[in-house]
C-alpha cells in the first residue's frame, strides 16, 4: 500500500489537507467530530483509487484531489452513521464517535459531510460525475437499509447477501474508480471497465472483512471480534454454516442470528472454520479479485495500474 500512496504522495497529501479545511464549521462540535473520525485514521482506500485511476488514464488532475475528498466525506458519513444503527462502540481502535458524544451528534454530523460533500462536487462543474456519485449515495443508502431488515434473519440468502454488500460497499469503490476516469476525459467504455474494477475490488474487501470477522485479532482490526453476529448480521461465513454445517452448527449458527448474541462466539467461530465456510468466503473474495483484474486487462501498463492492481491482492491477503 505504501509503494501504491508513494506515486500519488503529491496527491494524497493535498486531498489530507483539503479534508482539514473542509472540516470547518461554525458550529464547534461539528468541527470537533468531524475530526475525531477522519484523524483516526483508516486506510483511506477510496480516495487512493480516485487518485490512482486518474493516473492510470494519463490524466492525474486537481481534479481528482476535490473528488477524492468528496467520496471520502460520503464514507466518512456512513460510517457514522453505521455506527449508530449498530450500536458499536468501537471503530479503528478508538470509541466510536456515538460512544463519545452520542447518537444525535454523530447522525446529525455525518449529514454535515454528506452535505459538504455534495458541495465540493459542485465545484467540479461536471454533470457525469454529480451523478454517478448522487447515484451511488443513494444506493448505499438503501444498501444500509436492506442490510437492517436482514438483521437477526438467519434465512437469508446467499444472493441477498451479495446485494447488501454490492450496495452498501462496493458501489462506493465502484464509483471512485469510476470517477476517477470519467475526470481524466477517458471514453465511455474504459469507465465502465474501472467501474467493473471497484465493483469486484469492494466486493472482495466486504468478503475479506465479513470473514475476519471470525478470524481476525481485535486490537489488529481495531474493532470487537464477533460485532456482525453481535448485530445480527447473516454474513456469508454464517450463511454457508447454515447450509453446509452439522446439524448443530446449523442450529446454533441461526439461534445466534436470531438473538444477535456472541454468547456462543467460540462456538460459532469453530463451526465456521469447520464447515468450510471461511475458506468458500475467501475463495469468493479471490474470484471477485480475478474478475477486477480482468476489468483492467485491456488498460496500457503503467505503474499506476500495477498499483490497483497491488490493491487487489493487498486487500485479500490483509488481516485487519
Not at 456519485?133 to 444506493?139: D, F, K, P, S, Y
Request: charged share 20%.
Amino acid at each position: 500500500m505504501q509503494q501504491a500512496r508513494e506515486l500519488i504522495a503529491k496527491e494524497f497529501d493535498a486531498v489530507n489537507q483539503l479534508i482539514i479545511e473542509n472540516l470547518h464549521s461554525n458550529v464547534p462540535l461539528v468541527g470537533n467530530i468531524g475530526h475525531y473520525i477522519v484523524e483516526a485514521g483508516g486506510k483511506r482506500m477510496r480516495p487512493m483509487l480516485t487518485l490512482l485511476s486518474g493516473g492510470a488514464c494519463g490524466n492525474l488532475n486537481p481534479n481528482h484531489i476535490t473528488l477524492a475528498t468528496a467520496i471520502e466525506f460520503i464514507h466518512t458519513a456512513t460510517l457514522l452513521h453505521d455506527d449508530v444503527v449498530d450500536l458499536s462502540t468501537l471503530r479503528r481502535g478508538r470509541p466510536t464517535a456515538n460512544a463519545e458524544w452520542g447518537n444525535a451528534p454523530s447522525v446529525l454530523v455525518g449529514d454535515f459531510l454528506y452535505s459538504r460533500a455534495f458541495q465540493l462536487l459542485v465545484t467540479l462543474g461536471n454533470s457525469e460525475v454529480m451523478a454517478l456519485i448522487a447515484g451511488t449515495t443513494n444506493t448505499v443508502a438503501e444498501g444500509e437499509v436492506l442490510q437492517l431488515t436482514k438483521a437477526g434473519d438467519p434465512s437469508t440468502s446467499e444472493e441477498e447477501y451479495f446485494q447488501v454488500i454490492e450496495n452498501k460497499t462496493a458501489v462506493l469503490f465502484a464509483a471512485a474508480s469510476a470517477g476517477g476516469a470519467m475526470l481524466a476525459g477517458v471514453d465511455k467504455e474504459q469507465v465502465s471497465q474501472y467501474y467493473q474494477y471497484g465493483l469486484n475490488l469492494g466486493l472482495a474487501f466486504q468478503l475479506v472483512d465479513d470473514a475476519l470477522d471470525y478470524t481476525g485479532n481485535a486490537e489488529d482490526m481495531g474493532k470487537n471480534v464477533g460485532d456482525d453476529l453481535a448485530e445480527g448480521k447473516p454474513t456469508l461465513p454464517l450463511i454457508f454454516t447454515m447450509s453446509n454445517g452439522s446439524d448443530e452448527q446449523k442450529a446454533k449458527t441461526r439461534d445466534a442470528i436470531s438473538h444477535k448474541s456472541t454468547e456462543n462466539i467460540d462456538q460459532i467461530i469453530d463451526a465456521v472454520t469447520q464447515s468450510g465456510a471461511l475458506d468458500y468466503t475467501l475463495d469468493q473474495a479471490k474470484k471477485k479479485g480475478i474478475l477486477a483484474q480482468q476489468a483492467l486487462k485491456e488498460i496500457g501498463e503503467n505503474p499506476y495500474k500495477i498499483a490497483l492492481y497491488r490493491i487487489i491482492e493487498l486487500s485479500i491477503e490483509r488481516n485487519c
